[in-house]
């Protein structure tokens, strides 16, 4: 039997209660990280020539790169408080020596799914704008165009969207084969997640409204939320 939204959110609150701590900062650390690290390459392309911007560029794909592995690593973390593991702050550098290639080969992979999605309608609307601008026929399809795309993008980042768990959860399984099983596992669960992740927009508005000082509520909460409901879809199907 599937466990209702209600009561993913009421077991992450309860294994939270005690644990906010090292969550909160496990999510500053590895928002603040990246951050800090691509700041002075910011100001100086910001002031620098074509040099400067390349190198912020160049730098601002490696920083990605980090914070997907830290993000991966915080996964990792929740896991452990979500399964009784024991569990600490250091756990958000877990993926670092636990493949993280594999971590970075997920993402291209995902992104290879994703973009061709959206491109047509991306190009089409910039096409329109820069050719048609007084065309609204011509821009309103190239709207339809995109928004069908980034329809498409949500089935598939639902599709996919327990990937990262499992790659952390299981750093030996290969890549494409957390894919499958992500696809086999969401079969059925993919407007769940979604009213999961919508029952959620309540709490962001208030957050944002606490000038985002509620942020360092809500970003564990979801975070542990989401975890419990990975656990829930993989807990009759043992991964193979």
Not at 105 to 133: K, R
Not at 135 to 159: C, E, F, K, Y
Not at 201 to 212: E, K, T
Request: hydrophobic share 50%; aromatic share 10%.
């Amino acid at each position: 039997m599937k466990t209702s939204s209600a009561e993913l959110k009421r077991t992450a609150r309860e294994n939270l209660s005690g644990k906010y701590g090292v969550a909160m900062l496990a999510m500053i650390t590895v928002s603040l990280i990246p951050s800090a690290l691509l700041y002075p390459f910011a100001d100086n392309a910001s002031h620098g020539g074509a040099s400067q911007k390349t190198i912020y560029y160049l730098a601002s794909i490696i920083i990605t790169v980090l914070q997907l592995i830290l993000t991966c690593g915080q996964l990792r973390l929740h896991l452990n408080i979500a399964t009784r593991q024991p569990y600490q702050f250091s756990d958000i550098f877990f993926s670092f020596r636990a493949h993280p290639q594999k971590i970075v080969g997920a993402y291209l992979l995902l992104m290879l799914y994703m973009i061709p999605a959206v491109l047509p309608g991306g190009i089409l609307l910039a096409l329109a704008l820069s050719l048609f601008a007084n065309s609204a026929p011509i821009t309103g399809l190239a709207v339809i165009v995109l928004l069908a795309g980034m329809i498409i993008d949500i089935r598939i980042a639902l599709q996919c969207s327990l990937v990262f768990f499992m790659l952390v959860d299981n750093p030996d399984a290969p890549i494409r084969s957390t894919f499958r099983r992500s696809k086999e596992l969401m079969e059925g669960n993919k407007l769940r997640l979604l009213y999961l992740q919508l029952s959620f927009i309540g709490f962001y508005l208030l957050a944002v409204l606490s000038c985002g000082i509620g942020l360092l509520w809500l970003m564990p909460y979801m975070q542990q939320t989401l975890t419990h409901f990975y656990l829930d879809v993989t807990s009759e199907n043992a991964y193979e």
